[in-house]
């Protein structure tokens, strides 16, 4: 007993510590994984939102409007003129997405979110026939007179509204 110094108590003590560290380790990477795995489920939730905003908007354009006097530059619920050169797009102005400034999907079309997706849209510019001489000769310009040309920006927020989606399509109507 006298030879003994404690070598096997301190050599499974300092088992247990490596062991315990490994633990907490982890813990810790399984945690952090779990985090990216919400957050990537909330940017996609976001994604899809937005995604059915754009849609929704394509859609009112292509059944609604067949003039661009609904496009006023004060705006009319949800509908607007584009900004000019230089000024704050619409996307980025303060309580566009609130209130008449933008269009709102109906309450409870999709389940999860922490906000309803919502759409503007902006009459961008007209294309006349006579403004594109290389298309007189085609029979694709006898089609139409001008082409009215849009732009929808669609916001869809997640599960939270931490993750926030902005999308834009250009659409372009035949008159």
Sequence with gaps: MKNQRGVALF?????????TI?????????????????????SVLAFEAAEVALRSGETFLRNNVNSTALFPPGGNNGLWKASDYAQTERWEQ????TGA???AIPANTIAGVAEQPR????????????????????????LFDRIE?????????G???????????????IF
């Design 11 to 19: 050599i499974s003590l300092v088992l247990l510590l490596v062991l």
């Design 22 to 42: 490994i633990g907490v380790s982890a813990v810790q990477t399984t945690s952090m994984e779990e985090r990216m795995a919400r957050n990537t489920h909330d």
């Design 94 to 97: 303060a309580n566009i997405w």
């Design 101 to 103: 400034n933008s269009v």
């Design 119 to 142: 759409y503007i849209i902006e009459w961008v510019a007209s294309v006349q026939r006579t403004d594109n001489p290389y298309l007189q000769g085609s029979s694709y310009s006898a």
């Design 149 to 157: 040309i849009f732009r929808i920006t669609a916001r869809g927020v």
């Design 159 to 173: 599960g939270t509204t931490n993750a926030r989606v902005l999308l834009q399509s250009t659409f372009g109507l």
